[in-house]
């Protein structure tokens, strides 16, 4: 199926098609019989094109189509008109940061006991603080929840910024206990799962496993050295 464009309601009254109906009004009108002749269950993709327009399709746009950005993948196709129609694609004047979500990290941080900088360098590496980020694998938001795992934690929208943080890092929690707070071996069981940590009894040969662990505990000292320099505190060889 290709995808069907649907452009965002301009700000001024729409002009009126031919049967008298707003041209939003229309193309929704085309999207609900269109939704209404397909099965509920499958795939649905939902993007913003490079005008800021939606589309729909049941097939991931080629890889190759760099200025298509996936907001959403579901699984049926019920409601989907309503998403289109009335969730609002937020414009992109800037980038994310942890300044946008700090006292979310900061609440569940001090809930799990876990240090609010590793919180922040795990959501940078995973998302880049977008979100609306969805990976190949169908991880999601923030902190890049898989579906099992935000079910476990009893969520159900994933693109929540306050309930993804909230689940991310009681997944932290989890798997500080159940690694004895040994953060690299943490990381790596975010990362690959924990059933990989078990079975090669420590970080798993995976190229992108190695990498993140790396780039995560990286991030980390960057962030306290800027905190401590924000404080005026230098290291030990500083004056």
Same mark, same amino acid.
């Not at 009108?29 to 939606?54: F, H, M, N, S, W």
């Not at 694998?137 to 929208?157: E, F, H, I, P, R």
């Not at 798993?204 to 990286?218: A, D, G, N, Q, S």
């Given at each position: 199926?290709?995808?069907?464009? %649907?452009?965002?309601?301009?700000?001024?009254?729409?002009?009126?098609?031919?049967?008298?109906?707003?041209? =939003?009004?229309?193309?929704?009108? !085309?999207?609900?019989?269109?939704?209404?002749? @397909?099965?509920?269950?499958?795939?649905?993709?939902?993007?913003?094109?490079?005008?800021?327009?939606? /589309? %729909?399709?049941? &097939?991931? !746009?080629?890889?190759?189509?760099?200025?298509?950005?996936? %907001?959403?993948?579901?699984?049926?196709?019920?409601?989907?008109?309503?998403? =289109?129609?009335?969730?609002?694609?937020?414009?992109?004047?800037?980038?994310?940061?942890?300044?946008?979500?700090?006292?979310?990290?900061?609440?569940?941080?001090?809930?799990?006991?876990?240090?609010?900088?590793?919180?922040?360098?795990?959501?940078?590496?995973?998302?880049?603080?977008?979100?609306?980020?969805?990976?190949?694998?169908?991880?999601?938001?923030?902190?890049? /929840?898989?579906?099992?795992?935000?079910?476990?934690?009893?969520?159900?929208?994933?693109?929540?910024?306050?309930?993804?943080?909230?689940?991310?890092?009681?997944?932290?929690?989890? /798997?500080?206990?159940?690694?004895?707070?040994?953060?690299?071996?943490?990381?790596?069981?975010?990362?690959?799962?924990?059933?990989?940590?078990?079975?090669?009894?420590?970080?798993?040969?995976?190229?992108?496993?190695?990498?993140?662990? &790396?780039?995560?505990?990286?991030?980390?000292?960057? /962030?306290?050295?800027?905190? @401590?320099?924000? %404080?005026?505190?230098?290291?030990?060889?500083?004056?």
């Amino acid at each position: 199926m290709k995808p069907l464009p %649907l452009r965002q309601s301009p700000r001024a009254s729409a002009p009126l098609t031919s049967a008298g109906l707003p041209r =939003l009004a229309w193309r929704f009108l !085309v999207l609900c019989l269109i939704l209404a002749t @397909l099965p509920v269950a499958a795939d649905v993709y939902i993007y913003r094109g490079p005008d800021g327009e939606r /589309l %729909l399709s049941d &097939k991931p !746009v080629l890889t190759s189509a760099h200025q298509y950005t996936l %907001l959403r993948h579901r699984r049926t196709l019920k409601n989907a008109g309503h998403i =289109l129609a009335n969730r609002q694609v937020k414009a992109e004047t800037r980038r994310n940061s942890a300044a946008d979500y700090r006292n979310f990290i900061e609440d569940a941080s001090q809930q799990y006991q876990i240090d609010p900088l590793l919180v922040e360098a795990v959501i940078q590496i995973e998302s880049g603080f977008n979100p609306n980020a969805v990976s190949r694998k169908g991880a999601t938001g923030l902190m890049q /929840l898989m579906k099992d795992t935000a079910s476990q934690y009893q969520v159900s929208d994933r693109f929540d910024p306050r309930k993804n943080i909230g689940a991310g890092v009681q997944h932290l929690r989890y /798997l500080m206990d159940r690694y004895n707070g040994q953060i690299p071996l943490v990381l790596a069981a975010y990362n690959a799962g924990a059933g990989n940590v078990d079975k090669y009894h420590g970080i798993p040969p995976f190229p992108e496993t190695r990498r993140y662990v &790396k780039k995560v505990l990286e991030h980390q000292i960057q /962030l306290r050295a800027t905190n @401590l320099n924000s %404080l005026g505190i230098v290291g030990a060889g500083g004056r």
